[in-house]
Nanobody, 116 residues
Framework: QVQLVESGGGLVQSGESLRLSCATSGFTFSSYFMRWYRQAPGKERELVAFIPTTGGNINYAESVKGRFTSSRDNAKATVYLHMNSLKPEDTAVYYC?????????WGQGTQVTVSS
């Protein structure tokens, strides 16, 4: 069945970098767009990036544009989020997501904490 597993989170200092991975299985990965979301405690869930099936023309939230880069490897059924110049406001649980019709699928999330 559909499975999304995020990894790569951790504790870093402001200005440092992390790379998150989302390994998927149970569906035809190359036929589905992917999303990265993040959510901090007490805050709304925020769309971070939208990755088309081909990996081209990726859309980013204004808050991360120029600092974050996403990519996908269809052969490995994995999507990545390269996070550079991290700020304390980037602290959140990061989730990958895809959608089939009205059904959304989510990973368990990975915690990113950025200290100042």
């Amino acid at each position: 069945q559909v499975q999304l597993v995020e990894s790569g989170g951790g504790l870093v200092q402001s200005g440092e970098s992390l790379r998150l991975s989302c390994a998927t299985s149970g569906f035809t990965f190359s036929s589905y767009f992917m999303r990265w979301y993040r959510q901090a405690p007490g805050k709304e869930r925020e769309l971070v990036a939208f990755i088309p099936t081909t990996g081209g023309n990726i859309n980013y939230a204004e808050s991360v544009k120029g600092r974050f880069t996403s990519s996908r490897d269809n052969a490995k059924a994995t999507v990545y989020l390269h996070m550079n110049s991290l700020k304390p406001e980037d602290t959140a649980v990061y989730y990958c997501n895809t959608q089939s019709g009205i059904v959304n699928y989510w990973g368990q999330g990975t915690q990113v904490t950025v200290s100042s």
